[in-house]
T-cell receptor, first 116, second 117 residues
């Protein structure tokens, strides 16, 4: 069964510093990997996804993520954090096929807190 | 881009009553819709998968008689929480899937906050 793990419940970073939010995955075959962000009492906003190709994926709001097959990781990164980046971040995975059984599975979430 | 809407965004109901949440794909047809539930400070847990014109498939541990899902058209799915209790209070998020060649894209609604008093 496919799964993702986010080992950190919370990440604290000073504004202007680089940030990393960690994610590891377990899936048979080639995974589709996603990052979503959720602000308080709001739905999910799509940040970026990896399907195939370049291991470094660039997404919205200056975020990027690096797919590392040997380490089965897909960490989210940003070179310079903003206070407005403070939110709840979810890593997610699904299998690449199109079937009725295909579904997105979410990690436990990491709360990112950026201090001024 | 594809937009998924939910109505209502917030609802408060009394214990024992039923409440219906609508999920619509506004500019595309979705053969499959998903319903997720999120407790405070927790992740999204998939409740069920609904396909247009057929019965929903529920995840293990989800009571299908309590959470009634109807997917009557390619743009509308509804979740009805029957005989709601305070423990059903949660944030419910729907998602709609659209085919894209050999794969698909999945889009999420803004969520519905249900509070049962």
């Amino acid at each position: 069964a496919q799964s993702v793990a986010q080992p950190e419940d919370q990440v604290n970073v000073a504004e202007g510093n680089p940030l990393t939010v960690k994610c590891t995955y377990s899936v048979s075959g080639n995974p589709y990997l996603f990052w979503y962000v959720q602000y308080p009492n709001r739905g999910l906003q799509f940040l970026l996804k990896y399907i195939t190709g370049d291991n470094l994926v660039k997404g919205s709001y200056g975020f990027e993520a690096e797919f590392n097959k040997s380490q089965t990781s897909f960490h989210l990164k940003k070179p310079s954090a903003l206070v407005s980046d403070s939110a709840l971040y979810f890593c997610a995975v699904r299998d690449p096929g199109y079937s009725s059984a295909s579904k997105i599975i979410f990690g436990s979430g990491t709360r990112l807190s950026i201090r001024p | 881009g594809a937009v998924v809407s939910q109505h209502p965004s917030r609802v408060i109901c009394k214990s024992g009553t039923s409440v219906k949440i609508e999920c619509r794909s506004l500019d595309f047809q979705a053969t499959t819709m998903f319903w997720y539930r999120q407790f405070p400070k927790q992740s999204l847990m998939l409740m069920a998968t609904s396909n247009e014109g057929s019965k929903a498939t529920y995840e293990q541990g989800v009571e299908k008689d309590k959470f009634l899902i109807n997917h009557a058209s390619l743009t509308l799915s509804t979740l009805t929480v029957t005989s709601a209790h305070p423990e059903d209070s949660s944030f419910y998020i729907c998602s709609a899937r659209v085919r894209d060649r050999d794969s698909y894209e999945q889009y999420f609604g803004p969520g519905t906050r249900l509070t049962v008093t």
